[in-house]
């Protein structure tokens, strides 16, 4: 017999397994639980109503981690041994509100109020876990929440007033900042604007609350001694398991090879909802030690990094910005160029409630074809290790992963172990990723690329350069993701030169990512012209 074992605002719920439907989501359990300040918007992680904060102990570095994540997607199943905090365990009438709720009020940031309670836990689950967030981090922490009628001037104004580090955007922390950029292009001041002037004399909300006395609500000291085991939740439609080591994964996967590995349930909660997909068998690997492995090797001839499949996109975005800062003035800079191409476009991933949770693996085993990630992966020449609990372990480059439209090759026995994302080996090859969607957060893509090019000087002209070695992979130009293996090719020894680009290379391209005028998504002309 399993109990699933998790606090809501500090009260604990272990519910027996006959109490457990493994299809409830996270919002469904608050909801008929009477926590109805958690809201259901879209259902599908675009729109940030049911923004709650989930908080887990980690074992590997001791700390207490506070995520911001979309209840509506977020299987009640995944939260053993989690915290969840809603708008009902951070203040309300009775008990009076929290400043952060006080203060989107008095700015005017809520109308209706129903996006309300989701923008308040985005910015306060933000302040919890970076009690220093500048303004701008506050900002962008909230890139998953969507208001239909306020505007977001009031609420932006809100949530940058409510910062301690009144340093205005990030460049008073000394850290690079989106907002010089905007200034540069547009003349106008992103930041110091009279309003924001104004609202940046407020007390922020860590003043507020020790004036009124009080304290935020405490991680349950019971879940950071507490033992993770196995679980499984079972009803007439759907089994759900939770196995914590890597032979038990394999032995499932193997026992059921049609079983769906489940992480953020980001992609699986969709096809569910709104494409009535069935999957009686579900699999959580979230703790298997193997698949969060997030280690980097800066030498020898496996030299970078290696990324466990259930590693979410968020860590692995914070990790790759903890290596370019490692080398950023270093000799060896060069090396992270491939991790800070693909850290930028894992910056227009989704949002940041659905990055919290998304793993790695999913993403790439879902084999989107207008995927932002795997078009970097190919492009930096990733390899993947697949593992059954027959087979053992093989190892199978990524550019030859993608089969068909969503079909990739891993044997049903099979699970997704990890990635790895090799060093750029040196000064003369460069990253760059591309998307282009139709808006900047939180969007689907229309095509996304990755690049990658190493050159060598020209042997006669010191002041050209030849192309050594082309990577150039698209999404959103055919039914997986692929390269552009003609133009690769082409370019290859050919000088770095506009007038060849003209001639040769982008005629090639065009041909070679030509779609018809009925191709499935449309615009094909557009499509083609990115
Ligand atoms: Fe819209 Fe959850 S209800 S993100
Ligand atoms: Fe109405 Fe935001 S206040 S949706």
Redesign the pocket.
Same mark, same amino acid.
């Given at each position: 017999m399993s109990t699933l074992t998790l606090y809501i605002n500090g009260k604990l719920h272990a519910l027996k397994s006959v109490e457990v439907d493994p299809k409830m989501t996270l919002l469904q359990y608050l909801r008929k639980n009477g926590l109805t300040g958690t809201k259901l918007g879209c259902g599908e992680g675009g729109c940030g109503a049911c923004t709650v904060m989930i908080s887990k102990f980690d074992e590997k570095s001791q700390k207490i981690q506070h995520l911001s994540a979309n209840a509506c997607l977020a299987p009640l199943c995944s939260l053993d041994g989690y915290a969840i905090t809603t708008i009902e365990g951070i203040g309300g009438m009775k008990h009076g509100l929290h400043p952060i709720q006080k203060r989107v009020a008095s700015l005017h940031g809520?109308?209706?109020?129903? *996006? &309300?309670p989701g923008i308040v836990m985005a910015i306060y689950t933000k302040l919890r876990s970076s009690p220093n967030a500048t303004p701008h981090e506050i900002e962008e922490s909230m890139d998953g929440n969507l *208001?239909? *009628? &306020?505007g977001y001037r009031p609420i932006l104004d809100a949530a940058r007033s409510l910062s301690n580090n009144k340093g205005g955007c990030c460049r008073g922390s000394g850290q690079e900042c989106p907002c010089a950029a905007a200034e540069a292009s547009s003349g106008e001041p992103v930041v110091n604007n009279n309003t924001t002037k104004v609202v940046s004399e407020l007390k922020s909300a860590e003043e507020e609350m020790s004036e009124m006395g009080r304290t935020e609500p405490i991680f349950p000291p019971a879940l950071m001694r507490y033992q993770r085991q196995s679980l499984e939740f079972t009803d007439k439609e759907v089994s759900w398991f939770q196995p914590v080591t890597m032979p038990e994964l394999l032995t499932l996967k193997k026992t059921y090879p049609q079983a769906r590995l489940v992480v953020g349930n980001t992609e699986v909660g969709i096809e569910t909802k709104f494409k009535y997909f069935e999957y009686p068998v579900l699999v959580n690997p979230a703790h298997i030690p193997e698949l969060q492995v997030l280690s980097f090797d800066e030498t020898g001839e496996h030299a970078g990094l290696t990324v466990g499949a259930a590693v979410s996109v968020n860590a692995l975005r914070d990790f790759m910005a903890e290596l370019k800062n490692r080398y950023r003035n270093t000799e060896r800079h060069y090396i992270t160029r491939g991790y800070e191409a693909i850290h930028d476009m894992l910056t227009w991933f989704a949002s940041n409630h659905i990055r919290n949770v998304a793993a790695i693996g999913g993403n790439i085993v879902t084999a989107s074809p207008i995927s932002d990630l795997n078009p970097m992966l190919m492009a930096c020449g990733a390899q993947l290790k697949l593992t059954s609990a027959d087979g053992g372990s093989r190892v199978v480059s990524i550019g030859s992963f993608f089969l068909a439209y969503r079909k990739v090759d891993v044997r049903p026995d099979e699970v997704l172990e990890s990635v790895f994302i090799p060093i750029v080996q040196s000064p003369l090859e460069f990253v760059l990723p591309f998307k282009q969607a139709r808006r900047r957060e939180d969007d689907i893509s229309i095509v996304t690329s990755g690049m990658r090019f190493v050159f060598e000087r020209h042997a006669t002209n010191s002041t050209a350069f030849v192309v050594r070695e082309a990577s150039i992979s698209y999404g959103g130009m055919a039914p997986t993701t692929v390269f552009a293996r003609r133009t690769m090719a082409l370019l290859t020894n050919l000088e770095w030169d506009q007038e060849v680009f003209d001639k040769q290379v982008f005629p090639l391209l065009r041909e070679e990512m030509n779609l018809p005028e009925q191709v499935p998504g449309g615009q094909a002309e557009y499509r083609m012209t990115l």
């Open positions: 809520s109308q209706c109020g129903f *996006c &309300t *208001c239909r *009628c &306020t």
